[in-house]
Nanobody, 115 residues
């Protein structure tokens, strides 16, 4: 089983930046991809971005050009750099890892974009 711990959320003004981190531990050798979802109040969970072990990245249209996902395999960590943040980016952000056909999830970190 894979354990995931996120950090880096907080309150930021519109137009600002935040970087989220997610460190994996446990059975990490079979992880094939890692990424992020988010869930805003009263809305369904929305996929945000993902990166495969081979370095292929994909983004939701709503964040393309503003968010960047990256992985540090030596540290078993995935990052989400969020720039030009908007109030509609406010949500709880969840890290996930795919391993042996199953997804493991972090506990979530709150991101609030407000003036």
């Amino acid at each position: 089983q894979v354990q995931l711990v996120e950090s880096g959320g907080g309150l930021v003004q519109p137009g600002g930046s935040l970087r989220l981190s997610c460190r994996a531990s446990g059975r990490i050798n079979n992880i094939t991809s890692m990424g992020w979802y988010r869930q805003a109040p009263g809305k369904q969970r929305e996929w945000v971005a993902a990166e495969t072990n081979g370095g292929t990245t994909n983004y939701a249209d709503s964040v393309k050009g503003r968010f960047t996902i990256s992985r540090d395999n030596a540290e078993n960590t995935v990052y989400l750099q969020m720039n030009s943040l908007r109030p509609e980016d406010t949500a709880v952000y969840y890290c996930y890892a795919n391993s042996l056909g199953r997804a493991s999830w972090g506990q979530g970190t709150q991101v609030t974009v407000s003036s």
